[in-house]
């Protein structure tokens, strides 16, 4: 599975959009985007997860370039409770490979 | 919610116990996952079965003993636990094993501290 590039944290205001940068320049053709989170302590939450196209659903949009070299993951409107470390995986088997993710602390 | 349970939350044991941790899925998902989380590292994934089947065991240490009996309930039996065993454990279900569209659902985890 592709390796991926996430940087470490953001802060972002309560309210406003939240747009988490994901690079995964040797991602090949049938791999899939993947987006969990992680609360302290809790288990890892599915997001959602792309190929090619823009996906969207209840928690966020996932944008993927036409190159599928990088991808975002937007959060609409960020709340306290989105306060947690984001994951962007990259994968085609069922093996999950969490790296170290994004740490997002959403201010009010 | 995920629809995936585990029991116990939170477990202290000495080196000498022996217990089980016990995951439950609502999903109707055929495919269940046992990983680790240890302070400041990334999950590692321990175990796999389909169907009821095992097809991954990575590189575990045999004091670590899986069990399915069925494709909803999964278990972890735990002896003679070293103190650097001491780790989350979580359990993932998803609807089938291969394929890239295979999301996997956790649940919340047992917090496990060997003493």
């Known amino acids: 599975d592709a390796k991926t590039t996430q940087p470490p944290s953001m802060d972002c205001a309560e309210g406003r959009a939240a747009n988490l940068p994901c690079n995964h320049s040797t991602i090949s053709g049938n791999e899939y985007v993947y987006w969990y989170r992680q609360i302290h302590s809790q288990g890892p939450q599915y997001i959602i997860h792309g190929l090619k196209n823009n996906e969207t659903n209840e928690m966020a949009s996932l944008i993927i370039t036409e190159d599928r070299k990088s991808s975002t993951l937007i959060l609409p409107h960020a709340t306290l409770r989105d306060t947690a470390v984001y994951y962007c995986?990259?994968?085609?088997?069922?093996?999950?490979?969490f790296g170290a993710g994004t740490t997002v602390t959403v201010r009010a | 919610e995920t629809g995936v349970t585990q029991t116990p939350r939170h477990l202290v044991m000495g080196m000498t116990n022996k217990k089980s941790l016990k995951c439950e899925q609502h999903l109707g998902h055929n495919a269940m996952y046992w990983y680790k989380q240890s302070a400041k590292k990334p999950l590692e994934l321990m175990f796999v079965?389909?169907?009821?089947?095992?097809?991954e065991n990575n590189s575990v240490p045999s004091r670590f003993s899986p069990e399915c009996p069925n494709s909803s309930h999964l278990f972890l039996h735990l002896h003679t636990l070293q103190p650097e065993d001491s780790a989350l454990y979580l359990c993932?279900?998803?609807?089938?094993?291969?394929?890239?569209?295979?999301?996997?659902?956790f649940g919340p985890g047992t917090r496990l501290t060997v003493l």
């Open positions: 993932a279900s998803s609807q089938a094993l291969a394929g890239g569209g295979n999301e996997q659902f």
């Open positions: 995986i990259v994968r085609v088997s069922y093996k999950l490979s």
């Open positions: 079965y389909n169907f009821k089947e095992q097809t």
